[in-house]
């Protein structure tokens, strides 16, 4: 079973920061959160990851609570090709460890 | 990013035959692959993890003798459905992961089957 918990579904403006929330309570101390999306009809791509400390990349940025609990993945400046399926995931950064995608938040950009 | 690639994107075969998709990783050594299946507007289901060169470990409620994986190089898998049905009509999709890959997991496009 997944071990995050993520709103079904959000909306955002063209332009304006889209912030997607991710619980991960039971997250063990060498887990990553990963962040994935999925756009329709496509495979899942690859956004961020991070183990507690906040990351940033050219795509977003990611915000792990200190207690690592929960964490955001933020879009800056959220485009209409941003609409897609975001899954938060926990996984251990090695080699084995297989992702188990959750139902995720459909984010849906508008004009 | 590292690329993984799936062929064929649509396969369209008649029921009762065998379809093969292809997973390769084209700019890293796949030590480990992962197939999912996803049904339309649902989650992926992770199906099976194979390491190279090992036989697949299939999750629960997976048919190993009707979904036949082969990891037989760093940078090939094969899904293999056997006696295709309709009810096997999905999106297959693969991922991989490797030493070079940052262990980081890369997805492939996806694979739509439609069995007829």
């Known amino acids: 079973d997944a071990k995050t918990t993520q709103p079904t579904s959000m909306d955002c403006a063209e332009g304006r920061a889209a912030n997607l929330p991710c619980n991960h309570s039971?997250?063990?101390?060498?887990?990553?959160v990963y962040w994935y999306r999925q756009i329709h009809s496509q495979g899942p791509q690859y956004i961020i990851h991070?183990?507690?400390n906040n990351e940033t990349n050219e795509m977003a940025s990611l915000i792990i609570t200190e207690d690592r609990k929960s964490s955001t993945l933020i879009l800056p400046h959220a485009t209409l090709r941003d609409t897609a399926v975001y899954y938060c995931i926990v996984r251990v950064e090695d080699n084995t460890d297989k992702l188990i995608f959750g139902t995720g938040t459909r984010l849906q950009v508008f004009p | 990013g590292a690329v993984v690639s799936q062929h064929p994107s649509r396969v369209i075969c008649k029921s009762g035959t065998s379809v093969k998709i292809e997973c390769r990783s084209l700019d890293f050594q796949a030590t480990t692959m992962f197939w999912y299946r996803q049904f339309p507007k649902k989650s992926l289901m992770l199906m099976a993890t194979?390491?190279?060169?090992?036989?697949?470990?299939?999750e629960q409620g997976v048919e190993k003798d009707k979904f036949l994986i082969n990891h037989a190089s760093l940078t090939l898998s094969t899904l293999t459905v056997t006696s295709a049905h309709p009810e096997d009509s999905s999106f297959y999709i693969c991922?991989?992961?490797?030493?070079?890959?940052?262990?980081?997991?890369?997805f492939g496009e996806g694979s739509w089957l439609t069995v007829v």
């Open positions: 039971t997250i063990s101390g060498n887990e990553y």
């Open positions: 991922s991989a992961t490797g030493y070079h890959s940052g262990n980081t997991i890369y």
């Open positions: 194979s390491n190279e060169g090992s036989k697949a470990t299939y």
């Open positions: 991070g183990l507690k």
